[in-house]
């Protein structure tokens, strides 16, 4: 069975420090597919990235970065220097192959200024 | 580029009366649809999703129904809601199985 596990509820930061969220999944598929999406307070899910099971090199988008490691099957995203409108609910997701997405729980981002 | 709509963006029902949530989708044809639901606190769980007209695939046994009349129109319908319907609703698209899905708005039903 598939799933995705962010442990962190809530996560506090003051402005202009690094943050990492963290994503562990679980699939038997070797094929699948690994997601992050933003919910700001507004509420609609913005995509941030979407990575391929075979592809496990990190990627860097500005002020964001994503670290892939099948190993121990997570996908982290930190951002860096952190600001006020990077406070949101962050979404990890897991696909393998089909039209389901498993979402995690989420993690709360709260930068503080 | 493609926009996805839904409408309402928020709604107040009592309970055991009926609802229709909409979907449209512009700037792509045959995408596939998808219906969302997140209660409070909570990440999301998938409800219903359509690869073509007329074809839906339920996720979860519930009161709640999907129907897609056109290609890009995807709707959200229940007889007889219950308290327990209450949460936020969100479309999404897609280009096809497995691409990355696009989500809307999304729309805050509250039953009372």
């Known amino acids: 069975a598939q799933k995705v596990t962010q442990a962190q509820t809530e996560i506090s930061v003051v402005e202009k420090e690094d943050v990492t969220l963290d994503c562990v999944y679980e699939?038997?598929?070797?094929?699948?597919?690994l997601f992050w999406y933003k919910q700001p307070p507004s509420g609609e899910l913005v995509f941030l990235i979407r990575r391929n099971s075979f592809d496990e090199q990190n990627e860097i988008s500005g002020r964001y970065s994503w670290n892939f490691q099948k190993s121990t099957s997570s996908f982290n995203f930190t951002i860096t220097a952190s600001q006020v409108v990077d406070s949101a609910v962050y979404f990890c997701a897991l696909s393998n192959n089909t039209d389901k997405l498993i979402f995690g729980t989420g993690t709360r981002l709260q930068v503080f200024p | 580029s493609q926009t996805i709509h839904q409408w309402p963006a928020t709604l107040v029902q009592p309970v055991g009366s009926p609802l229709s949530l909409e979907c449209t989708v512009e700037g792509t044809s045959n995408p596939n649809l998808y219906w969302y639901r997140q209660a409070a606190g909570r990440g999301l769980q998938l409800l219903f999703y359509s690869i073509g007209i007329g074809q839906i695939s339920s996720e979860v046994p519930q009161n709640l129904s999907a129907s897609r009349p056109q290609d890009r129109q995807f709707i959200l319908s229940s007889k007889k809601l219950l308290l327990s319907d209450s949460g936020f609703y969100l479309c999404?698209?897609?280009?096809?199985?497995?691409?990355?899905?696009?989500f809307g708005p999304g729309t805050r039903l509250t039953v009372l």
């Open positions: 999404a698209w897609s280009g096809g199985t497995a691409d990355t899905q696009y």
């Open positions: 699939t038997r598929d070797t094929t699948y597919y």
